[in-house]
Nanobody, 119 residues
């Protein structure tokens, strides 16, 4: 069974930095796109950043220049380096990945990790 587990979320002051990690496990035969999303209560889940298997990245405008997504294909892990954090970055952050398993290709999600930016 494929699982994604996020870690690294915590309370941080404005202007601070955090690194989120998303580790995959299970019978995985391949991974293409991976990404980070975030959601605040009462709002739809928002795409934050994506990265292809070849390393091509895409960011929502609000995080460009502050966040960096990268992946370690040897570990099937994706990261989100967040610098210059703002109060509006407060959300539950989820990772997602397009994974080939025994069931074929599917999109999988983690359980989320809370990031709170506050003084």
């Amino acid at each position: 069974q494929v699982q994604l587990v996020e870690s690294g979320g915590e309370l941080v002051q404005p202007g601070g930095s955090l690194r989120l990690s998303c580790a995959t496990s299970g019978s995985i035969f391949g991974i293409t796109g991976m990404g980070w999303y975030r959601q605040v209560p009462g709002k739809e889940r928002e795409l934050v950043a994506t990265i292809s298997s070849g390393g091509i990245t895409n960011y929502v405008d609000s995080v460009k220049g502050r966040f960096t997504i990268f992946r370690d294909n040897s570990k099937n892990t994706v990261y989100l380096q967040m610098n210059g954090l703002k109060a509006e970055d407060t959300a539950v952050y989820y990772c997602s990945a397009h994974i080939l398993s025994h069931s074929g290709w599917s999109d999988y999600w983690g359980q989320g990790t809370q990031v709170t930016v506050s003084s």
